[in-house]
């Protein structure tokens, strides 16, 4: 496993660093993000929250644009930030930008041409992992977040790997992309014609047969333009009460889809993070 080291910024005491890697799981070179905090200098081993970014994204939206650093410094928490898609010429690709690089929706495609690159599933939930535990100073504690494609991420990929993370957090999650012209046009062309494949990945549904539960928080802005079409959140929530999932669901009046409405709540989802992921 190499990796190499393309940047490095001191922030807050620690350190924001980006890196390449050769993935095997999506068969391309892969970018990603680490923030390590100075609790690290100290010999520490540090927990680790993975944020899912959204369509059109990369590992830097988050990094620039939603001030978490300083209070994951302060919280001694560690934050990975994969890309969206695989990545490089000969990857698959689409005219829009809801489908191919920048929107692989975090599962396994299983049809041509998506299934040769397109299986962000298995890269966030196995390769990147270990290849973090094999690089960094960081413990088995680990807590997932996302916003938007990568709320859907976080919270499908926690529901079905409920022992692998402490608690979850999303930011105007795609809630049932089964029902939602997002999801259509991505499932439809990663999974294929037969809708039952599709419910694996399916924050709604999962949380509606959930039997152990994962902590989860949700944010989402009442005047987010994308809410009623693509977003869903009331889905989310009848699932929750059905299945009696620990989940909280908050409304804000006037915020949008943006970073502006991330960055404003970032804190309180840090905080929810390090109180599980420092529970022994
Ligand atoms: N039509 C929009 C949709 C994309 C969008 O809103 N992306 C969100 C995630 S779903 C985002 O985080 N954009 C990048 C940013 O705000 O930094 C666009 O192409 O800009």
Redesign the pocket.
């Given at each position: 496993m190499t990796i190499e080291n393309l940047s490095v910024n001191k922030s807050f005491g620690g350190w924001h660093k980006q890196y390449s890697h050769q993935s095997k799981t999506l068969n391309c070179t892969m970018r990603f993000a680490i923030y390590l905090p100075p609790q690290i200098s100290s010999g520490s081993k540090v927990p680790v929250l993975y944020w899912l970014?959204?369509?059109?994204?990369t590992d830097e939206?988050f990094m620039q644009?939603a001030g978490a650093l300083r209070i994951a410094a302060q919280l001694g928490i560690a934050i990975v930030a994969p890309d969206t898609s695989p990545r490089g010429d000969d990857v698959a690709d689409d005219e829009g930008?809801d489908l191919g690089k920048g929107a692989g929706f975090y599962v396994n495609a299983t049809q041509a041409p998506w299934d040769r690159h397109y299986h962000m599933y298995d890269y966030v939930v196995n390769e990147l992992p270990q290849l973090i535990k094999a690089t960094f100073p960081v413990s088995n504690k680990r807590a997932i977040a996302g916003?938007?494609?990568g709320g859907h991420g976080a919270l499908t990929i926690a529901l079905r790997n409920p022992e692998r993370y402490t608690s979850v957090s999303a930011f105007s999650p795609i809630s049932n992309p089964l029902n939602c012209p997002w999801g259509e046009k991505a499932f439809s062309a990663y999974l294929g014609k037969d809708r039952a494949t599709w419910r694996e990945y399916d924050a709604s549904e999962l949380m509606r047969a959930a039997t152990q539960f994962v902590p989860a928080l949700v944010e989402q802005g009442a005047s987010d333009d994308f809410l009623t079409e693509q977003l869903k959140p009331e889905a989310l929530q009848s699932a929750a009460n059905a299945s009696g999932y620990p989940l909280t669901l908050n409304l804000h009046e006037g915020y949008d889809?943006?970073?502006y409405f991330i960055s404003s709540f970032i804190e309180g989802h840090l905080r929810f993070h390090a109180e599980h992921l420092n529970k022994a």
């Open positions: 970014s959204g369509l059109t994204c939206n644009k930008y916003h938007s494609m889809h943006s970073y």
